[in-house]
């Protein structure tokens, strides 16, 4: 469990917070349904390994807490759906497959799986995403039941051992250049060089493999999609990573709503970055806190499906009464014929919605606080 990035985030805040904005790490002696504790701004670092900690963390962003990463959309989310969303939005993925799980869940039975066909199309599979490849959780993070692949025979007997999880494949992207980016707010990015193949404390220790203009045009890139990704999936603190192969960064995982942030494994560097800016973004988050709203987050993929965007229209410049007069109506040497009633589609009415967040805090006169 991370012990430092906590107390650094505290401390951080009450330095920049000038005593308008305090931190401190949540307390909780009880959690009654529908009670407001106080909190504007709870940074969560905990809930997905604590359900308790989700559920209280649901009922403080009812209550107007702004939850970074919002709790629901955490819920929900996973990274199957992610990548079906990269590619709706035009953010190059490795292509993948999801596998049902290979043990059943619990209380179901044969029955409970009629509408799977029975042998999956391997040929079509296999051809699609070629080995060698990847097996992951389609839902996880921390480098968890990750499994190289090299043959259908070696592909079954790893999923095999997976249980219940239900499985991604994915094909192998054989890269160049990697980078894991930090994202605070949709609107703070920092790209880091990042090699997954080193120790784990030394995985930050690289260097970028491109330079001048091929390295700015490949840093813009990644900036853009980073920012496309998580407004698209509305995280306040997330990483992305990217894979670079032959010039194009693929978004390898970007479903960590609650990265690593430790100094002994990001380094002095970075972690001073996650740090200042974490603590400027909560404090931002405090300021703009309304009492009786939801301050969550939420990201554009489930504002438009609640209120799709009106379509633009074009103004149509009108004429003065003289110039209208002198406009000549051409007659046309064949019958008149009726015009045709136009029936207009009314845009749909918008509907606003609101932000996320995790478990340190931010009160106004708050109190910025944090799970540990």
């Known amino acids: 469990m991370e012990d430092t990035f906590p107390w650094a985030f505290i401390d951080k805040v009450n330095e920049l917070g000038k005593g ?26 905990i809930s997905q390994e604590v359900p ?11 209550m107007g807490t702004a939850v970074i990463n919002n709790p629901f959309w955490w819920s929900a989310d996973e990274k199957f759906f992610n990548n079906c969303l990269a590619l709706q939005i035009g953010v190059p993925v490795p292509k993948t497959i999801l596998l049902p799980s ?30 060698p490849a990847y097996m992951k959780p389609h839902s996880g993070g921390g480098w968890k039941s990750v499994y190289r692949v090299d043959n259908p025979d070696d592909l079954f007997a790893k999923h095999a051992e997976t249980g219940q999880l239900v499985m991604m494949l994915q094909e192998e992207i054989i890269f160049d250049d990697y980078y894991r980016v930090y994202c605070l707010g949709q609107k703070y990015v920092h790209i880091m060089p990042y090699e997954p193949r080193n120790e784990f404390h030394l995985r930050y220790v690289t260097e970028p493999k491109t330079t001048g203009a091929e390295h700015q045009k490949l840093m813009k890139t990644i900036h853009d999609y980073t920012i496309k990704l998580n407004k698209a999936l509305g995280y306040d603190f997330n990483t992305v990573e990217f894979a670079v192969r032959n ?78 007069k002198k406009s000549v109506v051409k007659k046309t040497a064949s019958k008149a ?17 609101k932000a996320p967040a995790k478990k340190p805090v931010a009160k106004r006169k708050p109190v910025s606080k944090k799970t540990k």
């Not at 043990?103 to 070629?130: Q, V």
């Open 20 to 45: 308008q904005v305090i931190a401190e790490p949540v307390q909780i002696d009880k959690v009654q349904q529908g009670i407001d504790y106080g909190y504007h701004v709870i940074i969560d670092r």
């Open 337 to 353: 014929t009726s015009a045709k009633p136009v029936v207009k589609k009314k845009a749909a009415p918008k509907i606003s919605k």
């Open 247 to 324: 010039g194009i960064p693929y978004a390898i995982d970007f479903c960590n709503p609650a990265p690593d942030a430790d100094i002994h494994s990001v380094g002095e560097g970075n972690f001073n970055w996650i740090v200042e800016h974490a603590a400027k973004f909560a404090i931002e988050k405090a300021k703009a806190h309304t009492v009786k709203q939801n301050n969550s987050s939420w990201g554009s993929f489930v504002k438009n499906s609640a209120a799709p965007a009106k379509p633009k229209t074009r103004k149509v410049p009108l004429k003065t009464a003289s110039e209208a």
């Open 52 to 62: 308790f900690y989700r559920a209280y963390l649901k009922n403080a962003s009812l």
């Open 102 to 131: 290979n043990a059943r869940p619990d209380d179901t039975t044969e029955k409970s799986f009629r509408n799977l066909k029975e042998p999956l199309d391997w040929d079509y599979i296999f051809n699609y995403i070629g080995f």
